[in-house]
């Protein structure tokens, strides 16, 4: 059973709960909103009867890093700043139900309102609970991202949940067939038994992220910067800063320069580099440039609160040495396959969480590789 106490049913019936909260008039035909002019009044939530979704840790005075609870399907960690006057959050989930619970969550830490907040990237598992904030508050929220993640919010972001919404009835549907077969020699197999209870497990999650989904309306930031932006509230300075592209284009990361804490979203994560969407070399004058912050305690968008800046040269040295290794598979004409193959993992483990049991790791070397080509064949056409 999952840290929130729930059976994995209980939990599916509270997420359906919460996926089918009413839609909110300043929604778009469009399915994108921005939050000019809103004037939605105060949506009040009553507070939640479990322990709720996320670990909180407080890792300086009113500053917390959120990550979801074993079994909570949120895709990414958050952060919350709580200040004298307000409360500001970093990224919202892959789903508005997550954002809901992590605002009642709040509630259990002040009764300030959320003035702010900041999307660090354009991805779905930090952007798609943005509605749960707007409107949520009687002087409004107002929602911050570099200019460019604002623009990939409203491209690619609008793009991966039209393929998410066209993928997952796909995907069950297999899953279904695939159920029949083995619910047909579930009365004599263990293992097929527990193969079956998996993939209906796996289906009642799909259906219920796939009817959220449907309600999923991306609002844009309505607030952006280019180099670096300051918020200068009563308690504290906030500095959200942009250094360079790297696990996207338009990275940008929030740094409390008096409580050296810096949220980094997915440029460093508890893995190896994820560079689906990145700029493997860039990548490496990014961090660089990050690794001159004052820094003690680092907030990522994935995996554990990481303390001291170690963390930033150990992934600048594994992208480094991958980097390596992906010129010299090139200039040797191997194929992208051989060259993700002779990526060193292994040497790095120690400076990585543990990998998960799906073991994902090595399919995104092959990601590295042909980003690193690209990023190569894009600097060879200037
Ligand atoms: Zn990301």
Redesign the pocket.
């Known amino acids: 059973m999952p840290r929130h106490g729930l059976t994995p049913s209980a939990w599916i019936r509270r997420s359906l709960a919460r996926a089918v909260a009413p839609r909110t008039p300043w929604v778009l035909a469009a399915g994108i909103i921005t939050l000019a002019g809103c004037g939605v009044g105060p949506v009040m939530a009553t507070a939640p009867q479990d322990p709720g979704d996320f670990d909180l840790e407080e890792v300086a005075p009113g500053v917390y890093a959120v990550s979801p609870r074993p079994g909570v399907p949120a895709g990414a960690n958050a952060a919350v700043i709580v200040n004298a006057d307000e409360v500001i959050v970093v990224d919202t989930h892959m789903r508005p139900s997550f954002a809901r619970a992590l605002r009642d969550q709040i509630r259990t830490l002040t009764a300030l309102p959320i003035r702010y907040v900041i999307n660090t ?1 354009w ?1 779905p ?2 952007t798609q609970g943005n509605q749960a904030y707007v409107g949520a508050f009687p002087k409004g929220v107002t929602l911050l991202s570099h200019a460019i993640a604002r623009q990939e919010i409203a491209t690619l972001g609008v793009r991966r949940l039209a393929q998410d919404r066209e993928r997952l009835p796909r995907e069950i549907a297999a899953w279904r067939s695939q159920l029949d077969r083995l619910e047909a020699e579930a009365a004599t197999d263990a293992g097929t038994r527990q193969e079956a209870a998996r993939l209906q497990r796996r289906i009642a999650e799909a259906a219920a992220f796939l009817r959220e989904l449907e309600l999923v309306e991306l609002v844009l930031p309505n607030l952006t910067f280019e180099r670096s932006l300051t918020l200068h509230t009563s308690s504290r300075r906030i500095q959200l800063l942009y250094f360079g592209r790297g ?2 284009r338009g990275d940008a990361v929030v740094y409390l320069p008096t409580d050296k804490v810096l949220m980094i979203g ?1 440029l460093v994560t508890g893995g190896p580099p ?1 560079a689906r969407d990145g700029y493997p070399g860039e990548w490496v004058r990014t961090l660089s440039r990050i690794q001159r912050l004052d820094v003690e305690v680092i907030v990522s ?1 994935h995996g554990r609160v990481m303390r001291g800046k170690q963390v930033l040269a150990d992934r600048i040295r594994f992208l480094e040495d991958a980097l390596q290794v992906i010129r010299a598979g090139l200039d040797r004409g191997h194929g992208v396959d051989q060259i993700a193959a002779a990526i060193d993992l292994d040497s790095y483990r120690g400076t990585f969480d543990p990998e998960p049991p799906e073991q994902p790791w090595r399919g995104w070397m092959r990601m590295l590789v042909e980003r690193a080509i690209a990023e190569r064949e894009d600097q060879a056409a200037r």
Request: charged fraction near 20%.
């Open positions: 990237h991805h598992d930090h696990h996207t997915d994820f968008g």
